[in-house]
């Protein structure tokens, strides 16, 4: 049996005491509560069969409204599938990104666009371009050796 002073064994007992006592009422509030980490992933779908389920059966962009466009874009292995999108000035995109291989990013430096790309979920961000010109966009999470080749742009221009 461990030697100990008493002060230092009372004061074991009443340190494990208040972490006990902090864990139980955490976990207590946290059940009656119906708290939940966060997730803002609303679809899901198997990393292999990305290329077949829809909507990522036909990647690229697509109008479904009046200056409004759904980008569906596939991360692989450094590249993005399209890796360029050419939208008029103005319009609202509503992103729709997965990875069918391992954790990428999406960023578009500049705008509030970063997005983590999970194997077998999908992220899905809108974003407004009111100035033309190109956005670049980049995979943030470091995926290999070519990843440094891993990006594609967003063209904006006055009319398309």
Not at 70 to 86: D, E, K, L, V
Not at 110 to 136: R, S, W
Request: glycine share 10%.
């Amino acid at each position: 049996m461990l030697h100990m002073p008493k002060y230092e064994k009372i004061w074991l007992a009443v340190g494990t005491g208040a972490l006990i006592v902090f864990l139980l009422v955490t976990g207590i509030m946290a059940v009656s509560m119906g708290l939940h980490p966060p997730n803002g992933m609303k679809m899901k779908m198997e990393p292999e069969n990305v290329e077949t389920a829809a909507p990522f059966n036909s990647p690229g962009l697509k109008k479904i409204g009046p200056n409004e466009y759904r980008a569906t874009i596939i991360s692989y292995t450094f590249g993005y599938n399209p890796n360029t999108i050419t939208v008029p000035k103005g319009a609202t995109v509503h992103f729709q990104i997965t990875s069918k291989d391992v954790v990428h990013g999406f960023m578009i430096p500049g705008t509030t666009t970063n997005l983590m790309l999970i194997p077998g979920h999908v992220a899905e961000y809108t974003q407004t371009f009111n100035e033309p010109g190109e956005f670049l966009f980049v995979c943030h999470e470091y995926c290999g050796i070519g990843h440094q080749a891993m990006y594609g742009r967003v063209i904006v221009k006055d009319t398309v």
